[in-house]
């Protein structure tokens, strides 16, 4: 695949998970949105593309690093986005659960994800600015009085405890999409001397 459809593909994977898990929190009451503008499915319409432009962010700063490490193709971009927003729908599940246990869980599915992509220090790095960046954006979109978490789910200045997960995971496997897109397959060796 070539570099740009590698991109458009890193904005596509962000804008559609960010909307569905964002979908996901608005139906089980964890987030909801307090500025009368124009939605699509249930997000105002300024969040799948701001969900977007930062995966692709985080893309292209894993491709400039050569992110991930390990070989990998469309397949595993595949397994690690759906892996992603599982652990976002996790989250709305794990409403009204004790914060110690959704954190505790969120935590190792998320260090579980970026573990099975690509378990290297640059990896880890991008993963834990997303998981400082992501939530400081939203808890200055929660600051603006653009949205709110519930307020049992609240506790981290306004944002969930967990979602800091969500972003480290996010983050980890958004560094290798586009390496993992534009990467020439490794031919396979088969060992026929046994």
């Not at 890193?10 to 929190?25: E, N, P, R, T, V």
């Not at 432009?53 to 400039?64: K, M, P, S, T």
């Amino acid at each position: 695949m070539q570099l740009q459809s590698a991109r458009v593909v890193a904005f596509g994977l962000g804008f559609g998970i960010g909307l569905a898990g964002d979908a996901a929190h608005v139906a089980s009451g964890t987030t909801g949105y307090d500025w009368d503008l124009p939605q699509i499915w249930d997000s105002a319409f300024w969040f799948p593309f701001a969900v977007g432009l930062a995966v692709l962010a985080a893309a292209e700063a894993g491709r400039r690093t050569g992110q991930p490490l390990r070989q990998r193709d469309w397949t595993h971009v595949v397994a690690g986005s759906a892996a992603v927003l599982a652990l976002y729908g996790l989250t709305a599940v794990l409403r009204g659960q004790p914060t110690t246990v959704s954190v505790v869980l969120c935590s190792a599915v998320a260090v579980l994800i970026w573990a099975l992509w690509d378990p290297s220090a640059k990896s880890l790095v991008l993963a834990v600015v997303a998981a400082v960046l992501g939530p400081v954006a939203e808890m200055l979109v929660m600051a603006a009085g653009a949205a709110h978490y519930a307020t049992d789910t609240d506790g981290l200045f306004g944002v969930a405890p967990w979602l800091p997960c969500i972003y480290f995971a996010a983050g980890s496997v958004a560094g290798g999409v586009i390496n993992a897109l534009t990467r020439e397959p490794q031919p396979v060796v088969v060992d026929t001397a046994s």
